[in-house]
């Protein structure tokens, strides 16, 4: 979603009068689609709610340094998507990669129509939910949960040999569904690059 350039200067100028019609615009253009898109990385819609809430109500409160961000769009969205990263931290360790490939994701929606990355993070998941159960069950044990293959064989009282070809299975049934139905960036954020083997990925909320 874009906004035009003049309308864009007259909701900055708006929301540093104190207009709060231009922040009620401003909530009814992004709010449900930073929810979605935060709900898309957390898979905690409740936390995506008041991590956006939370980032308008800041944007309220320092209406009257708006005039110095370039873009509404990529404020918002930075915002969250730091307000996220932020919560992770404090709750449980964050990996180094996980990172990198949320940080990817963030600018993947600062450039791409929202609809679009929603649509496919959505038949992305839809995929996954149809994968043979076992499978299934270890491959977000792995991605959502963030457990070691190790810790998923501990858990499911199987082999750590196990995991891994239950792994292997998955991420070849996923590459085979989705490879002409997604953009590639995303097959490389899962772990899924159709032309390699790269292992670990973004974490399927």
């Known amino acids: 979603m874009k906004i035009d350039f003049l309308v864009e200067k007259q909701l900055k100028y ?11 615009v401003l909530m009814d253009l992004f709010y449900q689609p930073l929810c979605t898109y935060v709900n898309s990385l957390s898979n905690d819609y409740e936390l995506s709610q ?15 340094k708006i005039h110095s961000i370039k ?11 730091n307000r996220l990263t932020n919560e992770w931290r404090k709750n449980k360790r964050m990996l180094a990669i996980e990172e990198k490939h949320l940080s990817l994701l963030n600018d993947i929606a600062l450039k791409e129509d929202e609809d679009v990355l929603q649509r496919q993070i959505k038949l992305i998941k839809l995929e996954i939910q149809k994968l043979p159960p076992k499978c299934k069950e270890i491959f977000l044990l792995s991605k959502q949960g963030g457990l070691t293959n190790i810790e998923i064989a ?16 998955a991420y070849k049934l996923l590459r085979e569904r989705l490879r ?20 670990g990925g973004l974490a399927m909320g």
């Open 154 to 169: 501990d858990y499911l009282d199987i082999s750590k040999r196990t995991v891994e070809t239950q792994m292997s299975k």
């Open 180 to 199: 002409d139905k997604i953009r590639p960036i995303l097959f490389m954020l899962m772990g899924l690059n159709p032309n390699s083997s790269l292992k």
């Open 50 to 64: 008041d991590i956006v809430q939370s980032i308008f109500i800041n944007l309220w409160e320092d209406r009257e």
């Open 71 to 81: 873009s509404l769009k990529s404020y918002l969205y930075t915002s969250v998507y």
């Open 14 to 24: 708006a929301l540093s009068e104190g207009d709060q019609k231009a922040l009620s």
